[in-house]
């Protein structure tokens, strides 16, 4: 984006990425159940079943983590996003809205930027109290 507002400094226009096009096809998936992929399977099953893929994915990219195959790896890291995206479409939201609440938190993220803050460190430790709370952390 150029600081003009346009998409670029050259007067172009940006198409769009492949996030995003991913993101528009998970939620096509998850509003036609009717075409037969396994995503549009995954949201038959429901919102548990989503939630649970994510957990696994998630234990695997740890496990991939502290090894050294690079490949398996950043192949559990696509996974656990895919399945993030479809968990993120199944509550509602997309990765839009949490780009924008990671934007909204730009000081808590990297406070050495310069940007004012917007949400206030309280806010974000009152969070943190109550997760730990409801699981007993």
């Known amino acids: 984006v150029c600081h003009t507002g346009s998409d670029t400094c050259f007067g172009e226009t940006n198409g769009k990425d492949f996030l995003q096009t991913l993101s528009e096809t998970i939620k096509q998936r998850f509003d036609d159940r009717s075409a037969k992929s396994y995503t549009s399977s995954l949201f038959d099953r429901g919102i548990n079943k989503v939630a649970q893929k994510v957990g696994e994915e998630a234990i695997e990219l740890v496990i991939e983590a502290k090894d050294d195959n690079g490949e398996l790896f950043i192949n559990e890291a696509a996974d656990l996003l895919f399945h993030y995206m479809m968990l993120l479409q199944a509550k509602g939201f997309s990765l839009e809205d949490v780009k924008k609440v990671l934007s909204e938190d730009i000081d808590i993220i990297a406070p050495s930027c310069g940007l004012a ?3 206030p460190l309280a ?8 997760r730990n709370e409801y699981f007993n952390i």
Request: cysteine-free.
């Open 117 to 119: 803050p917007k949400t």
């Open 123 to 130: 806010n974000v430790k009152a969070l943190v109290e109550a």
